[in-house]
């Protein structure tokens, strides 16, 4: 049987970490950075479905980084934030086994080069996922939608991995080409930036139809970088999927940049917007709609989280 871990504890690796040990308990471990943290995910995790009943862990093996003995698994995926992709990698180089593959959950486009650093292209493989979740307490994981997961291509003695993931609800699928799939979801993730600036769960941003003509203006121009760079993508197929998560998303639902925010917390904006306008630029693709998100975010990031309540008590007393 497989060993799995899962490097960082936020959202979407506590949805991984949970959904994976409740299907197969004792082989699922989840790595966290805080001792508080620990000791809540030991004593209840609860997994919130939008269409069935919530489930209950008992506890979840979650350990420190130093607390995990090395050498012992056989899958590590990444959740963690994008600005530490190289401290993942080296973590994960040391739980692996020597064959081990590590997988990135991470938004972004560099964490596979930044992960391979350590262990190395072959090991270090990018994944991606489209759950929205948030974590409203230490330990409460809120799904506010059916996401999927998608993997590389995986050797043979792998084979295990993506019945586990149809196990646990994760809904795996493989792709051919992991890299047109970073630039796919970069592109999609245009709705995540207008949930930062307006201070708004994502339901609630992409509501009107000037907020969701920006959102598309951006996407193309990421597409034409992404063609630029010779990563071909389907443009029909990629707006008709960031079109989707307008009617899809849960009034609440909120993005990892806007949770990041209202958290306190860093933001992966220069790993992510920032980096692809620098893309742009690079080989003189015109980034005009980028650059003023871009400018638009880091205006919302200079005010205070306090300043963001009042959608996100809207939203919280809207009906059912």
């Known amino acids: 049987m497989g060993k799995v871990v899962?490097?960082?504890a936020g959202a979407i690796g506590l949805l991984y970490a949970g959904?994976?040990?409740?299907?197969?308990p004792g082989r699922v471990t989840l790595i966290t950075r805080r001792e508080g943290l620990k000791s809540v995910l030991a004593r209840n995790v609860t997994l919130s479905w939008p269409d069935s009943p919530a489930y209950h862990l008992a506890g979840l093996d979650a350990r420190l980084p130093g607390e995990c003995p090395a050498g012992e698994a056989d899958v590590a995926f990444v959740a963690m934030a994008t600005y530490d992709s190289a401290e993942a990698g080296r973590l994960a180089q040391k739980l692996l086994k020597p064959d081990g593959l590590c997988i990135s959950l991470?938004?972004?486009?560099?964490?596979?080069?930044?992960?391979?650093?350590s262990l190395g292209e072959a090991r270090a493989m990018q994944g991606a996922t489209s759950f929205p979740v948030h974590v409203p307490v230490p330990g409460e994981v809120s799904i506010n939608s059916r996401g999927g997961t998608w993997l590389p291509m995986l050797p043979t003695a792998f084979d295990w991995l993506p019945p586990w993931l149809a196990e646990a609800g994760l809904n795996p699928s493989t792709v051919a080409d992991p890299v047109a799939l970073g630039w796919r979801k970069t592109a999609i993730a245009t709705n995540g930036y207008l949930a930062l600036i307006l201070a708004s769960p994502m339901g609630l941003a992409m509501n009107t139809d000037a907020a969701r003509s920006v959102a598309e203006k951006a996407c193309l121009e990421i597409l034409a970088?992404?063609?630029?760079?010779?990563?071909?993508l389907d443009r029909d197929d990629v707006l008709k999927a960031l079109r989707a998560a307008w009617g899809?998303?849960?009034?609440?639902?909120?993005?990892?940049?806007?949770?990041?925010y209202i958290a306190g917390r860093r933001t992966e904006l220069d790993e992510r917007l920032g980096s692809v306008?620098?893309?742009?630029?690079?080989?003189?693709v015109p980034v005009p709609t980028?650059?003023?998100?871009?400018?638009?975010?880091?205006?919302?990031?200079?005010?205070?989280?306090?300043?963001?309540?009042?959608?996100?008590?809207?939203?919280e007393q809207a009906p059912a």
């Open 248 to 260: 899809n998303s849960n009034p609440n639902a909120r993005s990892s940049l806007y949770n990041d």
């Open 290 to 315: 980028l650059e003023m998100l871009y400018l638009l975010s880091q205006a919302r990031l200079g005010l205070p989280p306090q300043v963001a309540t009042r959608a996100e008590a809207t939203a």
């Open 106 to 117: 991470q938004n972004g486009l560099d964490n596979q080069a930044a992960l391979a650093q």
């Open 6 to 8: 899962v490097i960082g």
């Open 225 to 232: 970088i992404a063609n630029a760079s010779g990563v071909k």
């Open 277 to 284: 306008i620098e893309r742009g630029k690079a080989i003189k």
């Open 19 to 24: 959904a994976l040990a409740r299907v197969h």
